[in-house]
């Protein structure tokens, strides 16, 4: 069971990371970029949206296994 958390950790700190930088280039690429405003929107608008999607699916396995195991 500690080997579980530890991957679920481990995965859970790189997609924070990965959630943070796509929305760090996505706002300097919005920046830059005039004509593909709305693209980059809708791009972190979507990261967003997955960070957020991610973390729930987090919480809810860990309500699962503590409530189980």
């Known amino acids: 069971m500690n080997l579980i958390d530890e991957i679920s950790n481990a995965v859970l700190i790189l997609i924070r990371a990965g959630a943070v930088c796509r929305v ?36 809810l396995k860990d309500i699962f296994i503590h409530y189980f195991f």
């Open 24 to 59: 760090a280039y996505c706002f300097l690429r919005l920046v830059t970029a005039d004509e593909e405003a709305a693209q980059y929107k809708k791009r972190i608008r979507n990261t967003v949206i997955f960070y957020i999607l991610a973390e729930s699916a987090y919480v």
